[in-house]
């Protein structure tokens, strides 16, 4: 069974940074396309940014692109999304994924493999 787990969440001003990571572990074989999805109150989750295993194809959802960026680093097993320009908006439960399906970076809520506890980011002045 493969394990994430996020770290950096926490409370930010409005234009401020933050920077999330997930570190993987437990039964890997393999590597997989990762990703983080976000759920704010009362909305559904979406995902916000999607990375393919070599790094060289990412996607992001249009209320990010500019602001966010996802990297990764395979030799560390981990994942990260550096936030900036941060809008009261982003103020989410943010989760960290990971799919074994290595064909797309457009990753669903149903579709995903395995899924991080989440990290709060809140976003207020």
């Known amino acids: 069974q493969v394990q994430l787990e996020e770290s950096g969440g926490g409370l930010a001003l409005p234009g401020g940074s933050l920077r999330l990571s997930c570190a993987v572990s437990?039964?890997?074989?393999?590597?997989?396309?990762m990703g983080w999805f976000r759920q704010a109150p009362g909305k559904e989750r979406e995902l916000v940014a999607a990375i393919s295993v070599g790094g060289t194809t990412i996607r992001y959802s249009p209320s990010v692109k500019g602001r966010f960026t996802i990297t990764r680093d395979n030799a560390k097993d981990s994942v990260y999304l550096q936030m900036n320009s941060l809008r009261p908006e982003d103020t989410a439960v943010y989760y960290c994924?990971?799919?074994?399906?290595?064909?797309?970076?457009?990753?669903?809520?149903?579709?995903?493999?395995?899924w991080g506890k989440g990290t709060l980011v809140t976003v207020s002045s």
């Open positions: 994924v990971a799919d074994e399906d290595l064909t797309t970076v457009v990753l669903t809520e149903n579709g995903v493999d395995y």
């Open positions: 437990g039964r890997q074989e393999r590597r997989y396309v």
